[in-house]
C-alpha cells in the first residue's frame, strides 16, 4: 500500500498518516525530513516526536530520500515520510537545479519501486494567493507538481481539513 496524504499546515495530516501507518502491524520507520533553523521549529519537531510512538525507528534525512527509501526498500517493513514540502524546501535552498532535478527523479523512482507499506505526507500549499516572490512561486509550482507526480504512483490520497479525511483516490 502507497498513500499520499495532503492538507495544509495543522490539518491533521500528520496524526492521520501516523494512524494509517500504525494500522500497518509491521515495524515503522518514520523518516524526518526538517531541519531545525529556529527556536519555533525546534518546538514542532519536539511537538512531532512526542505524538510518534517511541518503538518507531527515526532517520532524519533532508535530502537524499531515494537514497533512504531504497535502503529501507522490505515488504516487511512500513514507512511513512513526512514531509515533501519540507524536503523540497531543503532541496531548493540548495540553489543547484541539476541536485534539485538528480534527488527529485531519483525519489520519483524509489516510490514506484518500493514495495512495503508507504505513506507520504506532503502540503497542499496551492490552495491561497499567488506568492509575491519568484522563490514562493517556485515552491508552490513544484510542490504542485510534486504532489500530482506522487499522486499518480500512490495506490491512495487522502485530502485532510480540519482533522478529516477526505478520500481523493
Known amino acids: 500500500m502507497k498513500h499520499l496524504v495532503l492538507g495544509g499546515v495543522r490539518s491533521g495530516k500528520s496524526a492521520f498518516a501516523q494512524d494509517l501507518v500504525a494500522e500497518t502491524g509491521k515495524p515503522v520507520c518514520y523518516v524526518a525530513t526538517s531541519q531545525v533553523w529556529d527556536d519555533e521549529m525546534a518546538q514542532r519537531v519536539e511537538r512531532h516526536k512526542l505524538n510518534r510512538p517511541a518503538q518507531w525507528q527515526l532517520i532524519e534525512e533532508p535530502i537524499a530520500l531515494a537514497e533512504t527509501l531504497n535502503r529501507l ?38 516510490v514506484k519501486q518500493f514495495q512495503g507499506d508507504l505513506v507520504l505526507v506532503s502540503s497542499e500549499v496551492g490552495l491561497g494567493i499567488m506568492p509575491m516572490n519568484a522563490l514562493a512561486r517556485r515552491f508552490a509550482d513544484e510542490a504542485g507538481m510534486l504532489n500530482q507526480s506522487l499522486a499518480k504512483l500512490t495506490d491512495r490520497v487522502t485530502f485532510v481539513a480540519a482533522g478529516l479525511p477526505m478520500p481523493l483516490k
Open 73 to 110: 526498500n522490505n515488504v516487511q517493513q512500513a514507512v511513512i515520510v513526512e514531509c515533501f514540502s519540507l524536503w523540497l524546501s531543503n532541496l531548493l535552498c540548495l540553489e543547484d537545479d541539476q541536485a534539485f532535478e538528480r534527488e527529485r527523479q531519483s525519489l520519483l523512482n524509489a
